[in-house]
């Protein structure tokens, strides 16, 4: 079964700073790895996929991630975020036939 | 652009209650899915629903149903509430009940259960 750790609950940030969420992942089968993000109130939003193919995935909003094999991370980065990036960041695994499990979530709050 | 559609957005029960949360996808979409979440424990899979007259249980399906009426539609029903399950229920769904499928979500439903 896969599973997923953010080890961070919550990141606090200044605006245009650069962030980096991170997330760790455990699979005994090839992998597929999500970021989703929440805002407030809302449902949660795909911000890039990893499938196969080049390991620096690009996403909406500036985000980008990194998958990387060896370490079983994909951490998900922003080179300065803007106060509308205060959101709660998922990072979600599946494969094989396993469904799509979360992470417990990442808290970016981003101050002025 | 509606998307996944969710009814109702809050709701207050009392313990022993029943109640059905009603989705609605308009993607065309074969496959749906039920989650819960809950403060520090992200989302966790309820029920789901691969194609039209399938479904199977997710990770913590007890004391819930669910029927999948049509393509666009799946129900999740509570059918004696308990506080346990007061929590933010969202939908989802997606082309294939395939892995490397990225799911859309709904907005929520917010239930109390007093």
Not at chain 2, 52 to 73: H, I, Q
Request: charged share 15%; glycine share 8%.
């Amino acid at each position: 079964a896969q599973s997923v750790t953010q080890l961070d609950s919550q990141v606090p940030v200044f605006e245009e700073a650069p962030v980096e969420l991170r997330c760790n992942y455990s699979s005994s089968v090839s992998v597929y790895l999500f970021w989703y993000v929440q805002y407030p109130n809302q449902g949660l939003q795909l911000l890039l996929k990893y499938l196969s193919g080049s390991t620096l995935v690009k996403g909406i909003n500036g985000f980008e991630a990194e998958f990387n094999k060896s370490q079983t991370s994909f951490h998900l980065r922003k080179p300065s975020v803007h106060i509308s990036d205060t959101a709660e960041y998922f990072c979600a695994v599946s494969g094989g036939f396993q469904k799509l499990v979360f992470g417990t979530g990442t808290r970016l709050l981003v101050s002025p | 652009n509606a998307g996944v559609t969710q009814t109702p957005k809050f709701q207050v029960l009392k313990t022993g209650q029943s109640m059905t949360l009603q989705c609605a996808q308009d993607m065309n979409h074969n496959s749906m899915y039920w989650y819960r979440q809950d403060p520090g424990m992200g989302l966790r899979l309820i029920y789901y629903s691969a194609s039209e007259g399938t479904t199977d249980k997710g990770e913590v399906p007890n004391g819930y149903n669910v029927s999948r009426l049509n393509k666009r539609e799946f129900s999740l029903r509570l059918e004696s509430a308990a506080p346990s399950q007061t929590s933010v229920y969202f939908c989802a769904s997606s082309e294939e009940n395939y892995s490397n499928q990225p799911q859309h979500f709904g907005d929520g439903t917010r239930l109390s259960i007093l």
